[in-house]
């Protein structure tokens, strides 16, 4: 499974567009990027997944460049309720889908 | 997006007691299921995958006689903590994927606080 690296903390102000970087240079050809939210005491919430280039859904904006050495989260105009723990993840496109658990960007938004 | 819950959200068990915890899937059958642990200010630790109707495959370091695992149906799984020692209180999440509407996302559910006292 691909190792992913991502900032440990990143602070916000309330309106701003925040950019999570997540670094995976030893991706496999069949793996997907995926991305989940968690807030204290929840269980992860599912943000977005994409394989390359990229995917905008309500919530957020994943960017993927060509080599897929690494992924960009993009969240428009954070709120306060952003606040929480944003993992990357990388999972097969085959076999178990297992995912592991990096320790995460913990997002702190700032009135 | 998919429905997994979990039941009960929050159980105190007196150590040397079992605790089991139960993990649906509500709106889509689960042909894998997963199982994490998580402590205070750390991230999610995988204990084990089940796949309905085998074995569950168990992580390195974990218990499979003392953390047992069930998927006997493609929406249920449990996780039976045995012999429950203060050691064991943790924040436990189970994830499931499977055909539509998952479909190759893996929801989790809303995770179990297990206190052993």
């Known amino acids: 499974l691909a190792k992913t690296t991502q900032p440990i903390s990143m602070d916000s102000y309330e309106g701003q567009e925040v950019n999570i970087t997540c670094s995976h240079n030893n991706i496999a050809t069949n793996d997907y990027i995926t991305w989940y939210q968690q807030f204290p005491s929840q269980g992860p919430r599912f943000i977005i997944q994409e394989y390359k280039t990229k995917v905008t859904n309500e919530v957020a904006s994943l960017f993927i460049p060509a080599d897929r050495k690494s992924s960009t989260l993009s969240l428009p105009r954070v709120s306060l309720s952003d606040t929480a723990v944003y993992y990357c993840?990388?999972?097969?496109?085959?076999?178990?889908?297992?995912?592991?658990f990096g320790k995460g960007t913990k997002l702190s938004v700032i009135p | 997006g998919a429905v997994v819950s979990q039941h009960p959200s929050r159980v105190i068990c007196k150590s040397g007691t079992s605790v089991k915890i139960e993990c649906r899937s509500l709106?889509?059958?689960?042909?894998?299921m997963f199982w994490y642990r998580q402590f205070p200010k750390q991230s999610l630790m995988l204990m084990a995958t089940s796949n309905e109707g085998s074995k569950a495959t168990y992580e390195q370091g974990v218990e499979k006689d003392k953390f047992l695992i069930n998927h006997a149906s493609l929406t249920l799984s449990t996780l039976t903590v045995t012999s429950a020692h203060p050691e064991d209180s943790s924040f436990y999440i189970c994830s499931a994927r499977g055909r539509l509407p998952s479909g190759n996302t893996i929801y989790f559910g809303e995770g179990s606080w297990l206190t052993v006292v």
């Open positions: 993840l990388v999972r097969s496109g085959a076999g178990s889908y297992q995912l592991t």
């Open positions: 709106d889509f059958q689960a042909t894998t």
